[in-house]
Each structure stands twice: as structure tokens, then as C-alpha cells.
């Protein structure tokens, strides 16, 4: 499973950190789901700067050659998952 680290500024700028496979290699975490557990509770953000690339654009991410296009699918997943998340925790 791919998932995106990401941080947001005080002035509401978003940043990339980095792009995790979260998959072991001996398989017993295939849908990262033990990986997001862990980055949820070990960063001091509870895991508000942390999303799951969903399948769908994942296979979007992978056929994209294209730089703008595959920013603004990165984009678009970070600011669906912090709106969420903002919305749950107000």
C-alpha cells in the first residue's frame, strides 16, 4: 500500500514529505493497515499529515507520464484527506 506523508504549513501551504510502500516483505501487512497504526500513534500529529493513495488513483499515479497531471492527483488526495480529517476533528 503507497501512502503519502504530507505537512501543512501555519499559512495553510501543504508539503510533500515523502511516499511510503508500507508493504513487509513477508506479507503480513498487505494493506499497510499496521503501518498507519504505528505513524498514527508515534508522530506528534495523530496521523493528520498521513493518507493512503487510494487503488483507483493509484493505477491513475502509475499510467501518468505527465508531471502536472500527477501532481495535481497527489494534490487532490492530500486536500480530500485533510478536509476530512479537519472536518472529523472540529
Known amino acids: 500500500m503507497l501512502f503519502i506523508e504530507y505537512d501543512v ?3 495553510g501551504e501543504v508539503e510533500l514529505v515523502a511516499l511510503i ?4 516483505e513477508d ?3 498487505p494493506d499497510g493497515s499496521a ?8 508522530f506528534e500529529d495523530s496521523g493528520m499529515g498521513c493518507v ?13 507520464e505527465d508531471p502536472a497531471q500527477l501532481r495535481a492527483i497527489v494534490e ?3 486536500l480530500t484527506d ?3 480529517k ?5
Do not use: F, M, Q, Y
Not at 503501518?35 to 508515534?42: A, I, P
Not at 493512503?52 to 501518468?64: F, G, I, N, Q, S
Not at 479537519?86 to 472540529?90: H, K, L, R, T
Open 27 to 29: 506479507g503480513r501487512d
Open 9 to 11: 504549513t501555519p499559512s
Open 76 to 78: 487532490r488526495i492530500i
Open 21 to 24: 510502500n508500507a508493504v513487509e
Open 35 to 42: 503501518w498507519l497504526e504505528w505513524r498514527s500513534t508515534e
Open 52 to 64: 493512503a493513495v487510494p487503488h483507483d488513483d493509484l493505477a491513475l499515479k502509475e499510467e501518468t
Open 82 to 84: 485533510r478536509a476530512a
Open 86 to 90: 479537519e472536518e472529523v476533528s472540529s
